[in-house]
T-cell receptor
Framework: KAGVTQTPRYLIKTRGQQVTLSCSPI?????VSWYQQTPGQGLQFLFE???????NKGNFPGRFSGRQFSNSRSEMNVSTLELGDSALYLC?????????????FGQGTRLTVV | GENVEQHPSTLSVQEGDSAVIKCTYS??????FPWYKQELGKGPQLIID?????GEKKDQRIAVTLNKTAKHFSLHITETQPEDSAVYFC????????????FGKGTHLIIQP
């Protein structure tokens, strides 16, 4: 079956701009989580969505937001980009979120802010 | 919040030898402990996970042990092979799946031929 698909794979943006990243989960998966990966901070949790509702949120500023659609696809948006937002953004999907359930990560979107 | 420490940051072993990576966590309410393998240019891949009601879990050459009292868990890879070379991450959370995971900083495992 198809895995988690993230688009685009690479993105270059200028400081002050905004960006939208997309994640299509595995068919049937209803939970989508987003993570930021940087060499300095490692993997950090951004937020988790289940059935179009944000259920959990990490410690990121309000410039980072997301949403989930009725087909479970998710988008995350970063406004007023800063150089420090350069990172690999990963999404992961799982069947139901909590409980005994395996999560599958996509290949990520590499965002470079110049 | 949760804090996960992972050691070592780099581990080099001879092919065929065993590798052990250790993690400690701080939140006693954490009950889900997955391990991920990340190869260059790819997203993390779950290789094994354990819940707090289990002390040990094994899957072929990979095993994970959990000591809830000491708040530490370890990944054991036996009979290492070149394809085991990658970065390995431990993580902890109160739930399951990928929701709210706190990750360690990662271990770069190098298998020497």
């Amino acid at each position: 079956k198809a895995g988690v698909t993230q688009t685009p794979r690479y993105l270059i943006k200028t400081r002050g701009q905004q960006v939208t990243l997309s994640c299509s989960p595995i068919s049937g998966h209803r939970s989508v989580s987003w993570y930021q990966q940087t060499p300095g901070q490692g993997l950090q949790f951004l937020f988790e969505y289940f059935s179009e509702t944000q259920r959990n949120k990490g410690n990121f500023p309000g410039r980072f937001s997301g949403r989930q659609f009725s087909n479970s696809r998710s988008e995350m948006n970063v406004s007023t980009l800063e150089l420090g937002d350069s990172a690999l953004y990963l999404c992961a999907s799982s069947l139901a979120g909590g409980g005994v359930t395996e999560a599958f990560f996509g290949q990520g979107t590499r965002l470079t802010v110049v | 919040g949760e804090n996960v420490e992972q050691h070592p940051s780099t581990l080099s072993v001879q092919e065929g030898d065993s590798a052990v990576i250790k993690c400690t966590y701080s939140d006693s309410a954490s009950n889900y402990f997955p391990w991920y393998k990340q190869e260059l240019g790819k997203g993390p891949q779950l290789i094994i996970d354990i819940r707090s009601n289990v002390g040990e879990k094994k899957d072929q050459r990979i095993a994970v042990t959990l000591n809830k009292t000491a708040k530490h868990f370890s990944l054991h890879i036996t009979e290492t092979q070149p394809e085991d070379s990658a970065v390995y991450f431990c993580a902890a959370s109160r739930g399951g799946g990928a929701d709210g995971l706190t990750f360690g900083k990662g271990t770069h495992l190098i298998i020497q031929p």
